[in-house]
């Protein structure tokens, strides 16, 4: 089984691509047929499966298929791992912008301390 970090970097290669932002968000409304995705999307079925292969290599999808019809569902849990790292990120460099600001007041302070 891939680590989590394979599974994020693979999670951030799905979404770069603008069509599989469009899937997830289509099947993040619910469950999804593959001719209900391809509906609205300007390309050929083929290219609406190789995206869905990637989608589910990235874990950030999930399909079945019942007779003919083949059912994409989103994984929650996979979109939650990629929030978390943006939300790690984000927290880190708050701190340090925080941290830079105070030393900046700091600075400006001992400077109109000395400057009277």
């Known amino acids: 089984m891939l680590n989590d ?3 994020l970097d693979l999670a951030y290669q799905a979404l770069a691509d603008p069509t599989r932002r469009r899937m ?3 099947l993040s409304r619910g469950p ?5 995705l391809a509906g609205p999307l300007p390309i050929s079925l083929p ?3 190789q995206h869905l292969r990637m989608l589910e290599a990235s874990g950030l ?3 079945e298929k019942k007779g003919r019809v083949r059912t994409c569902r989103i994984e929650p849990e996979a979109l939650r791992s990629a929030e978390d790292w943006i939300a790690e990120q984000r ?3 708050e701190g340090r912008i925080d941290r830079l600001e105070a030393y900046l007041e700091d600075m400006k302070a001992k400077e109109t301390d000395n400057g009277e």
């Open 91 to 93: 927290a880190l460099w």
């Open 61 to 63: 999808v999930r399909s």
């Open 5 to 7: 970090s394979a599974l």
């Open 24 to 26: 997830v968000a289509q």
């Open 32 to 36: 999804a047929s593959v001719s209900e």
């Open 47 to 49: 290219a609406v499966l």
